[in-house]
């Protein structure tokens, strides 16, 4: 069974930084798009960002254009979302996602991890 692990989250104050890792122990990554999805207290889920596989081809939620980086490690099997000047309304509950590779911002996703939780508040 596939298993992704996000791990990264917390609490940081705004304008402050957090980086987010996708990995799944025993699972190659390498031949997937991965995604970033969000889904903040009393709205609907959001994709954040997502990056194609082989080519590295990535994609990026308006709200967090100039913000957000996404990336890839194929050696260690992660893909990593560095989080700049974060704003309140960047919290959320933080998904990392597996898709076919021509996935995009809004999937289709195939796997999912837990979530991390992410809060910025001062």
């Known amino acids: 069974q596939v298993q992704l692990v996000e791990s990264g989250g917390g609490l940081v104050q705004p304008g402050g930084s957090l980086r987010l890792a996708c990995a799944a122990p025993g699972f190659m990554l390498d031949y997937y798009a991965i995604g970033w999805l969000r889904q903040g207290p009393g709205k609907e889920r959001e994709g954040v960002s997502c990056i194609s596989n082989s080519v590295g081809t990535t994609y990026y939620a308006d709200s967090v254009k100039g913000r957000f980086t996404i990336s890839r490690d194929n050696a260690k099997n992660t893909v990593y979302l560095q989080m700049d000047s974060l704003r309140t309304e960047d919290t959320a509950v933080y998904y990392c996602?597996?898709?076919?590779?021509?996935?995009?911002?809004?999937?289709?996703?195939?796997?999912w991890g837990q979530g991390t939780q992410v809060t910025v508040s001062s």
């Open positions: 996602a597996a898709g076919p590779p021509t996935a995009t911002l809004l999937g289709p996703y195939d796997y």
